[in-house]
């Protein structure tokens, strides 16, 4: 468990510095788009599908990373409240939840990745399902990373030792 501990917080913090490039870039693109439109009267014909496929994909990524982190925003006050038995039984069934949730990325997005794989996204010449290829992504590692945090209710332990945190 402490292996499986290491190897998701080193993914996650990768998975958060991708996402923090991807916006970085969108925004030079979306920079270089304005510039094009109002200085030079040429707006770039590929920047707009650069920057939405850009999103998609640091979104999904940073989505899945905040499940492992843990800072996606909740409210926590209920579980506060209650008996630490059925504080556990909320933790747990919360993130089965969220497994449920990235399952439903995975299946749906593969669906939607394959339906559209075929597609070309004409300002940029890439398959369509290329740039719909982080939420099925997104989604697995959402499962993983909820399971793991089920893991962690299930055998309290093994994640508040974490090396590096």
């Avoid at 996204?121 to 499962?143: E, Q, W």
Wanted: proline share 3%; glycine share 10%; with cysteine.
């Amino acid at each position: 468990m402490e292996r499986l501990a290491r190897v998701t917080h080193l993914l996650a913090d990768l998975l958060v510095k991708v996402a923090a490039f991807g916006i970085v870039l969108m925004t030079a693109i979306v920079g270089w788009q304005v510039f094009g439109r109002y200085v030079l009267n040429s707006t770039p014909s590929w920047s707009e599908e650069a920057a939405l496929t850009l999103m998609i994909w640091y979104v999904a990524l940073a989505a899945a990373a905040g499940v492992r982190q843990g800072f996606h925003i909740r409210i926590v006050a209920l579980e506060e409240a209650v008996s630490p038995g059925l504080r556990r039984v909320m933790q747990f069934s919360s993130n089965l939840v969220v497994a449920a949730c990235g399952g439903a990325m995975l299946i749906w997005g593969g669906e939607l990745v394959l339906l559209t794989w075929q597609h070309v996204i004409p300002s940029l010449g890439i398959s369509r399902g290329l740039a719909y290829l982080g939420l099925p992504l997104s989604g697995a590692l959402m499962v993983l990373f909820a399971g793991e945090r089920m893991l962690e209710v299930l055998f309290p332990k093994s994640l508040t030792e974490e090396v590096g945190t």
